[in-house]
């Protein structure tokens, strides 16, 4: 299942504009392991451009660039532009999106301003369409409003996977990956994980409580992921 | 008082009037002075930036005519034949250039004379403003003493000793004498003789003039004020780029004014990441900024000029017609760093323990290509279409050549080590902030903490790395970084640090901040 699912997600359908949206807390780094692990999947060469407005850097840190290299596994040429408002990031990122020399464009929105409306997304789809580079709209503390994107997830982080070394320490990153919204693939859940050394980005079924007084009752299993 | 460094110490290099009554002399040493005038105050002569002063001068000077050059440390010289007449005489000329160099603050003694050397003579030791005739040429030089002659000094204290006093001296002697005495010294170019033969203009004497410096400007001048001189400016880019494309230059940064009718200007301004002669791009630049252009009653002059340019190499575009990836990062750069300015950057790593400043960003630039393998000679034969660069890997990981890698500390005990990549968040807090924890061993990890009115309860961690201050820059009150890398229940992953060890005598209990999010 994880493999037709891997391959349905990384073959992309060429109607669609490389346009998707991560939706997550500010106060973790999920969503942006997650959207580098897919530019790793991706294996676009070439600089990234990271746009961030006023809120999100103040609310979620600016990107570092040791812990991208070692996220990515090699350097990774960032250009970063921290925008005054939503409205601005914007426009970064529509300029952007018209120079085929970049990997991918990463703008991050904290919220959910009154710029980021349809319209603005379909400018954003548009020229993502047209010159091919990928957009990867990081939403910290938004809410789902109307979006062209052919994707939509809501990404958090879930409690890691053993660490090789030792028991006690954080291992590998896995995050909970809702996919709540395409136009590709029917939405599900899965635990995403980042396999640095294959430059693939695994998507595991979730496992989850089921709801309370659903099956035969009794005490529900306790959650099975990343146990000791 | 100026002075500059001597054989045996400093030497005085120039006096103001003040010190030259103190008593200081131009060439005397620094310290006899002192001893003579305990007051005076001495300044390090800056020998090169005058020297380049005196060039740009010298060029400023080509507005009296066009073949100037500077003479000597302190003098420049003008070829003013055929270009006096337009300053109204010779006369007039030299009062013109003096009103002009009291302007800036200079003072000038000037003087005209058939010959290079006659002129240096007048002006130095002749009256104010003299101008020389050809005929009166060799009574006037005879008057002067042997010092206007541009002797050498050796050469000067000789001729003191034989008791010649004056050029007329000199002049008065026979020739064969005059040779005889002076020719054999190894300084033929500079002998009385050949000095004099100068001054008189019996040899020749030729002035080099250093070309212009290169400029870059297009002008179009309208017969007509318009209101919009957008039709105009393609024209005139495609002129300066047509321009720095036959000088291989590229630029850097370009300044467009717009005159208007009324005398007023306006002027644009645009820099680029890289040296370009793409008129396209320089013209869209500027273009934005002509929202706030206010056309007057129109503008009758448009002036492009690049400010500063650097060598650029003719390159082969695509077959395609496309530019290739820098030049196209080289435009996305500018073009959003001609609308948000500093906000555009590029990461600008400083080989730092402190996180902060490791992880510092520095104005934009065009990211350099990714290193490829290299290429390599094919073997004759053998290999054919095999080893086409297709078949190279996709990716070449280096885990050796990480930037984290490079970065550390190696030497210092290390033997050359390369230290293990360190564990760096994905993202740092813009400042580190404040939490509060519990913890069970004021030295140990902690166990739980609350970062913006939220608790949470730390399942794992990885740690300590203890970064000490760098003590030959923080104050000596700083306190090192226990940083440790903690998950908690819901999973987030967090890099939090301890400021100080209790007890360390650098102020009360240590507090803990949370300084990054992992991902």
């Known amino acids: ?228 | 008082m100026l002075a500059a460094e001597g054989r045996h110490g400093p030497v005085i290099h120039a006096v103001t009037e003040a010190a030259a009554q103190a008593g200081a002399s131009v060439g005397a040493r620094v310290v006899d002075a002192r001893a003579l005038a305990p007051e005076l105050v001495v300044q390090p002569a800056d020998l090169a930036g005058d020297a380049a002063a005196l060039t740009r001068l010298a060029h400023w000077a080509r507005r009296w005519c066009p073949w100037s050059a500077t003479d000597g440390v302190d003098g420049l010289v003008l070829d003013t034949t055929g270009a006096a007449h337009l300053w109204g005489g010779e006369a007039a000329m030299l009062a013109d250039m003096e009103a002009r160099l009291a302007d800036l603050g200079q003072t000038a003694r000037l003087a005209v004379a058939p010959t290079h050397g006659a002129a240096w003579a007048l002006a130095r030791y002749g009256d104010a403003r003299e101008v020389s005739a050809p005929s009166a040429l060799r009574a006037r030089l005879a008057m002067l003493p042997v010092a206007a002659l541009r002797l050498d000094g050796q050469t000067r204290q000789t001729l003191r000793r034989l008791g010649l006093k004056r050029a007329g001296d000199l002049m008065a002697l026979p020739r064969a004498a005059l040779d005889r005495r002076f020719g054999h010294e190894g300084k033929l170019l500079a002998t009385p003789l050949r000095r004099i033969d100068q001054a008189l203009g019996h040899l020749p004497e030729p002035v080099v003039s250093p070309a212009p410096p290169q400029r870059f400007r297009a002008v179009q001048r309208l017969p007509e004020p318009v209101m919009d001189p957008q039709p105009w400016l393609s024209d005139l880019f495609a002129v300066l780029c047509a321009d720095l494309a036959r000088a291989g230059q590229g630029v850097r940064e370009i300044r467009l004014e717009l005159y208007r009718v009324d005398g007023q200007a306006s002027r644009f301004q645009a820099v680029t990441a890289r040296a370009t002669r793409d008129a396209d791009h320089l013209h869209r630049l500027l273009e934005r900024r002509f929202e706030t252009l206010d056309a007057g009653f129109g503008f009758d002059t448009l002036a492009l000029e690049a400010i500063r340019w650097e060598p650029q190499e003719a390159s082969q575009a695509g077959l395609d017609g496309a530019d290739g990836a820098e030049v196209a990062l080289a435009t996305l750069i500018d073009r959003l760093t001609g609308r948000i300015g500093a906000a555009v950057r590029s990461p600008d790593p400083e080989s730092s323990h402190l996180p902060e400043r490791t992880a510092r960003w520095g104005c934009a630039r065009v990211p350099e290509p990714p290193c490829r393998p290299a290429l390599t000679r094919l073997p004759a034969a053998a290999s054919g279409l095999a080893g086409a660069p297709s078949a190279a890997p996709h990716r070449s990981p280096k885990p050796g050549l990480l930037l984290a890698d490079r970065l550390a500390p190696a030497g210092l005990g290390g033997g050359g080590l390369v230290a293990p990549a360190r564990i760096r968040p994905l993202r740092l807090l813009r400042a580190p902030e404040r939490i509060e924890v519990l913890y069970t061993v004021p030295e140990g990890p902690p166990i739980r903490f609350r970062w913006r009115r939220k608790p949470f309860l730390i399942q794992r961690h990885q740690g300590p790395e203890r970064i000490a201050p760098e003590w030959w820059q923080a104050p000596a009150s700083a306190r090192l970084r226990d940083y440790y890398k903690v998950e908690v229940a819901d999973g987030a992953r967090f890099w939090l640090f301890r400021e100080g060890v209790a007890g360390d005598g650098r102020g009360g209990p240590p507090n803990w901040f949370l300084h990054g999010l992992f991902s």
Do not use: Y
């Not at chain 1, 596994?73 to 939503?86: N, S, Y």
């Not at chain 1, 990031?89 to 710029?115: F, H, N, Y």
């Not at chain 1, 020229?127 to 091919?132: E, P």
């Open chain 1, 1 to 228: 299942m994880v493999d037709s699912l891997v391959v349905r997600m990384s073959t992309p359908a060429l109607h669609l504009p490389p346009v998707t949206e991560v939706l997550s807390s500010s106060r973790e780094g999920a969503a942006t392991g997650f959207v580098l692990a897919q530019l790793d999947a991706s294996g676009r060469q070439g600089p990234i451009l990271w746009v961030q407005d006023r809120l999100s850097m103040q609310e979620g840190g600016l990107p570092c660039f040791q812990g991208v290299t070692g996220q990515m596994g090699q350097e990774f040429p960032l250009l970063h532009v921290a925008a005054k408002d939503a409205a601005q990031a914007l426009w970064a990122m529509e300029e952007g999106l018209q120079c085929a020399a970049l990997s991918a464009v990463i703008g991050e929105i904290w919220g959910t301003p009154k710029a980021l409306d349809f319209t603005a997304t379909k400018r954003l789809a548009l020229r993502a369409g047209r010159s091919g580079v990928p957009l990867w709209l990081i939403r910290a503390d938004g809410t789902p409003g109307l979006s062209v994107a052919p994707d939509r997830w809501r990404v958090t982080s879930a409690p890691s996977a053993a660490h090789p070394l030792d028991p006690e320490a954080p291992g590998p990153a896995l995050w909970q990956a809702e996919l709540f919204r395409s136009r590709r693939s029917p939405p599900g859940r899965w635990v995403a994980s980042h396999d640095r050394a294959a430059h693939r980005l695994d998507l595991a079924a979730a496992l989850c409580d089921r709801p309370v007084g659903e099956g035969q009752g009794g005490p529900a299993p306790s959650r099975a992921v990343g146990g000791n």
